[in-house]
């Protein structure tokens, strides 16, 4: 690989504090004219956690976990760390990659699967922050949605295994698996490139997975943080919404595992962690939550793997790991209009 190559890790970003939180909030809705008024009532979501939320936190674990693989696999890649919406902010990470005299970038983003939200506007920012640097910029090559990877899906099998044995023998034997993703618009869903509506097809396929490794036969997709003037249709049914359809027939426990988040967002700490958490208690239903694959070995190996085979430019063994139907790069027509990408370095 080549010596001014290095890894990219971008994120969603997070606040670290409660003076941070709706400076945050206003980068995450800028130009969608959301009022302050609602992001107040947002916040208090944050202030519950003093402000705080884990993804900074877990996505510095997981840059020092990814060193460590790499050092262990001998992946000469030097690693950095840049978010959408706070800081470390992208466009500082890309500046200084440019003034260290990086010429090449692999970049993973913290969200493993198609749509406009989970990998379009990952896309656009790198764009940005390129643009902002100018023609020091290094070329950017973004791994395509890892969802399939078997380090990604295993992660959640062994949390979820995990979190099944927090639960009395009996109850884990028959706990209802109610597999989580971030709702979008369902006219959002529809439209993630070539293939609409891959969003919640690629969640099924995963559930499916976790679940068969778990030895199960049957499960529920459901979905959560949910945003947006009421009439506007979103993905569903809600968390709390399917909660309440499995007690009332009968469940005995639940066992929440979210899916559609690599590392615990707010909504993850928030929605799960209290909402759902509190409609379980008042349902009388038991309720364990499987961890986000975060600095699981498995899903580190995984970054390690595709990191190394990028920076190689070898796509055969890319599409080995992540399926025949994977794309070698994010292209063109990635999740929504945009500049081609399928040149890699040569851009």
């Known amino acids: 690989m080549p010596g001014d190559s290095a890894f990219l890790l ?3 970003g997070g606040p670290e504090g409660r003076d941070e939180v709706m400076p945050f909030l206003r980068n995450v809705t800028a130009g969608r004219g959301v009022p302050d008024e609602r992001l107040a009532s947002v916040a208090e979501h944050y202030y519950l956690f003093d402000g705080v939320s884990p993804i900074n936190g877990q996505c510095r674990d997981l840059v020092s976990a990814i060193e460590k693989d790499f050092l262990a ?37 913290t969200s493993a699967y198609s749509s406009f939200s989970s990998c379009r506007q990952y896309l656009d920012d790198i764009d940005k922050a390129r643009a902002a640097v100018g023609p020091d910029a290094p070329a950017v090559i973004k ?32 706990a209802d698996l109610v597999f989580t993703a971030h709702s979008t618009p369902v006219s959002m869903a529809a439209s ?12 099924a396929q995963v559930a499916e997975r976790v679940a068969t490794g778990l030895g199960r036969a049957t499960w529920r997709l ?28 009968g469940s005995g426990a639940f066992c929440l595992i979210p899916i559609g988040f690599v590392s615990d967002h707010m909504e993850v700490r928030f929605d799960l962690d209290v909402e759902a958490a509190q409609t379980a208690e008042r349902l009388g239903v038991p309720l364990v939550r499987a961890a986000t694959p975060g600095t699981d070995p498995g899903f580190v190996g995984m970054i390690t793997e595709l ?36 040149a890699g370095w040569l851009r």
């Open 143 to 174: 791994i395509p949605p890892y969802y399939r990877h078997a380090g990604f899906v295993g992660s959640f099998v062994r949390s979820a295994a995990g979190a099944l044995a927090l639960l009395p023998a009996d109850l884990a034997a028959r």
């Open 73 to 109: 696999n001998a992946v000469e890649l030097p690693v950095y760390w840049g978010n959408r919406n706070w800081a470390p902010y992208l466009g500082d990470t890309m500046r200084a990659m440019a003034q260290d005299g990086i010429k090449h970038v692999v970049a993973l983003a």
């Open 307 to 342: 990191a190394r085979d990028y920076a190689r430019c070898l796509a055969d063994p890319v599409v080995a790991a992540l399926g025949p139907a994977a794309p070698d790069f994010c292209t063109r027509d990635c999740c929504g209009p945009g500049p081609d990408r399928s």
């Open 10 to 12: 971008v994120s969603f």
């Open 192 to 203: 993630s490139g070539p293939s609409g509506g891959a969003y919640a097809a690629q969640l």
């Open 222 to 249: 459901a979905y959560q943080s949910r945003s947006g003037p009421p009439a506007v249709p979103w993905l569903g049914p809600d968390v709390n919404e399917c909660l309440a359809e499995l007690a009332a027939s």
